[in-house]
């Protein structure tokens, strides 16, 4: 069975840039959706970025859509969410997750609920 660990959260000042990365083992990646999602506390987990493991199609929260941009390395079995110009609303723990390929994985942007593989999360915290 698919297994996912995040790393690369951490602290950064507004404006500043981080990149996650998902690292999956036990399965391959090929032939599935992607999907970061954060979840900020009291608030729903969200997506904000998915992709096909074709890297064919991607699809990107309003919020994000110029600042982050998801990515994968079949070679590696890694995910990557590269986030820049971070924001304070950014705020929140960042996961990964996968399932076995869908439309609707991608689009409209899912709900969590559409993906069955998830990480443990990684805190990404914007702060001056």
């Known amino acids: 069975q698919l297994q996912l660990v995040e790393s690369g959260g951490g602290v950064v000042q507004p404006g500043g840039s981080l990149r996650l990365s998902c690292v999956g083992s036990e399965f391959p990646l090929d032939l599935h959706t992607i999907g970061w999602f954060r979840q900020a506390p009291g608030k729903e987990r969200e997506a904000v970025a998915c992709?096909?493991?074709?890297?064919?199609?991607?699809n990107y929260a309003p919020d994000v859509k110029g600042r982050f941009t998801i990515s994968v390395d079949l070679a590696k079995n890694t995910a990557y969410l590269e986030m820049n110009n971070l924001r304070p609303e950014d705020t929140a723990v960042y996961y990964c997750a996968a399932d076995i390929f869908h439309p609707e994985n991608i689009f409209p942007m899912p709900r969590a609920n559409k993906y069955g593989t998830w990480g443990q999360g990684t805190q990404v915290t914007v702060s001056s």
């Open positions: 992709l096909e493991s074709s890297g064919e199609n991607t």
